[in-house]
């Protein structure tokens, strides 16, 4: 079984439901992540997205902030969601593809301005949700399982536009790698995207305050795909859709896109 995979965090699916569309018509990818949805899941575009071939979908939905989806061509069937940090956030959900891989959508907090959590609670949030994720996997080691979504946090040197000035920035913050990579190994994952282009910068998202963003690029790799040690070497083909950050009234996030010989 070979099928094709994107994470997006597209935010507002309802208002960037005709982006969500050209997506579906013009790349058909078999399943589709979308994060940050800010819509209740009755409210979300199903019958459009449907009409294209979409008919399954799982989410947990939450009117105006937060919400993920996973929209499937392929038939899925629900595989729960967590409700980390006990924050009633919708952040996190999972599907079952018939083949016995789960795929495992996350929006993580992206932690407020300051990398300091006794003057920001929102950062500690961070802190404690990837915390969180990290006992989990330790406590029941996945397996067969995708990883994707926004994670908030470019991990790598070459994941950003500047090193060294984003040191302090939140998404970049040494204590914040830190607590990924201890997430990313206690699941045993594998970043496809990484494994695939081991070298050179590569980013998913740029700032809305950049009009240039193109010309400027001043981005970051904030959004991720990975899998379990078990079935990573199955990935392949990953590349960013870098020109979506373009399209008409975009997120400020591009689509990351992965395959999978399973």
Same mark, same amino acid.
């Given at each position: 079984?070979? /099928? ?25 990818? +078999? ?9 209740? &899941? ?55 593809? +018939? ?29 404690? /949700? ?6 989990? /996997? ?16 470019? #991990?790598?040197?070459? +994941? ?13 913050? #040494? ?47 904030? +959004? ?15 590349? &960013? ?15 990351? /896109? ?5």
């Amino acid at each position: 079984m070979t /099928f094709t995979l994107a994470t997006w965090n597209i935010n507002s699916v309802r208002l960037r439901e005709e982006l969500v569309c050209k997506l579906m018509t013009e790349e058909a990818p +078999d399943v589709i992540c979308l994060q940050e949805c800010k819509s209740p &899941v009755e409210k979300i575009p199903v019958e459009r997205f449907q009409a294209l071939g979409y008919t399954h979908m799982v989410a947990r939905g939450q009117k105006g902030y937060n919400g993920v989806a996973i929209l499937s061509r392929l038939p899925i069937t629900d595989a729960g969601g967590r409700d980390f940090v006990q924050m009633g956030h919708a952040r996190h959900v999972a599907a079952r593809l +018939d083949n016995g891989v789960t795929i495992h959508n996350f929006y993580i907090p992206a932690g407020g301005d300051e990398p300091d959590r006794e003057v920001n609670e929102k950062f500690g949030q961070k802190l404690d /949700f990837l915390t969180e994720m990290r006992d989990l /996997f330790h406590a029941d080691k996945p397996q067969r399982s995708i990883l994707v979504g926004d994670l908030n946090i470019a #991990p790598r040197e070459d +994941d950003v536009w500047d090193h060294k000035k984003l040191l302090k920035v939140v998404s970049h913050t #040494p204590i914040e790698v830190e607590h990924l990579v201890e997430t990313q190994g206690a699941g045993g994952w594998v970043d496809v995207t990484r494994a695939d282009i081991p070298d050179g910068r590569l980013y998913s998202w740029w700032s809305y305050r950049a009009k240039e963003w193109d010309e400027a690029d001043k981005g970051r790799r904030l +959004d991720h795909i990975w899998a379990t040690s078990d079935i990573a070497s199955a990935g392949h083909g990953s590349r &960013v859709l870098r020109a979506a950050r373009g399209w008409t009234q975009p997120s400020d996030h591009a689509p990351v /896109f992965a395959t999978f010989d399973l």
